[in-house]
């Protein structure tokens, strides 16, 4: 319980800072970074890092001084400050909506609000990450086409976000109302060990949601059997170690889900989750 007088997080940037060194801290997650483990060239520190750097755009976002699209630009801009790569991309997808709403309310007014230079924003912003997607059709994030392509169709970011949506459950949050943020978010409140329950909340994603960042990468047969593997330790007929190894040593990264997670913990942090109790 936090001491009398403590206001801390009080404002969506403080519950957003919060919900991105929470989940990567929370342990194990397979197939991810976390306390347990580092990738390569990716590690706990570059999360760490990437979480204060954010501040600066966070706050924007609260402060609602330009569209998503650039804030959101903003926010990768400033986080990639570190040599570790992408680290909180599709988290900033979730958040900076959230965070510029005010209410999930807000965050859905403000997504069917955007424009075409939104859009345009959000694939500049491609650009200053490692993030690469396979191509889809003229649209795609890496081809500097792209955006002549976006103007001349007059695709907002939503638009954008609505055309990934099959293929991106990050996206796919824009498109339904942040509906699996907010189930998970439930998850959150109501489980009676809040130390460990971002732990168990993504246990419970990855038995039931094919990873579309592993589907990307992997294939989305591998996605499923990730599921199925995660699912066998709900079930308890095999250990979260075990699938921690398995993933790892296939390079199985559920990195959509862990953005996710990040979006459901804000969700949670603003319905009062005591998450240190």
């Known amino acids: 319980m936090a001491p009398p007088g403590c206001t801390f997080p009080s404002s969506g940037a403080d519950r957003a800072q919060l919900a991105m060194v929470l989940e990567v801290l929370a342990s194990p997650k ?7 483990h580092d990738y390569a060239e990716t590690r706990l520190e570059h999360f760490i890092v990437s979480a204060l750097a954010a501040r600066s755009s966070l706050d924007a976002a609260e402060a609602r001084s330009a569209g998503l699209g650039p804030l959101i630009e903003a926010a ?8 570790g790569g992408n680290t909180h991309f599709g988290a900033f997808i979730l958040l900076v909506p959230l965070v510029y709403g005010g209410t999930l309310e807000g965050a859905l007014s403000a997504i069917r609000s955007t424009t075409v230079e939104d859009a345009v924003a959000f694939y500049r912003a491609f650009a200053l990450t490692q993030v690469r ?28 976000m609505a055309h990934s949506a099959p293929r991106d459950m990050v996206a796919r949050e824009w498109t339904n109302g942040f509906a ?38 992997h294939g989305s047969a591998l ?32 990195g ?15 319905r009062g989750w005591a998450w240190d109790s």
């Open 76 to 83: 990768v801009g400033a986080t990639a400050c570190h040599a």
């Open 133 to 160: 997607v396979a191509p889809a059709d003229e649209l795609d994030v890496n081809d500097p086409a792209a955006t002549d392509a976006l103007r001349a169709r007059g695709m907002t970011l939503l638009d954008v």
């Open 30 to 36: 397979p197939g991810n970074v976390d306390r347990c």
């Open 256 to 270: 959509s889900l862990a953005d996710i997670t990040i979006g459901a913990i804000y969700l949670a942090l603003g």
């Open 180 to 217: 699996l943020c907010r189930r998970t978010a439930d998850m959150l409140v109501a489980d009676a060990e809040p130390r460990t329950a971002i732990r168990r909340a993504f246990l419970a994603l990855l038995a039931t949601e094919p990873d579309t960042f592993i589907a990307k990468k």
């Open 223 to 254: 996605a499923i059997k990730t599921c199925e593997r995660a699912a066998a330790v709900v079930r308890g007929d095999a250990s979260l170690e075990s699938l921690d190894a398995w993933c790892i040593g296939r390079g199985v990264n559920p």
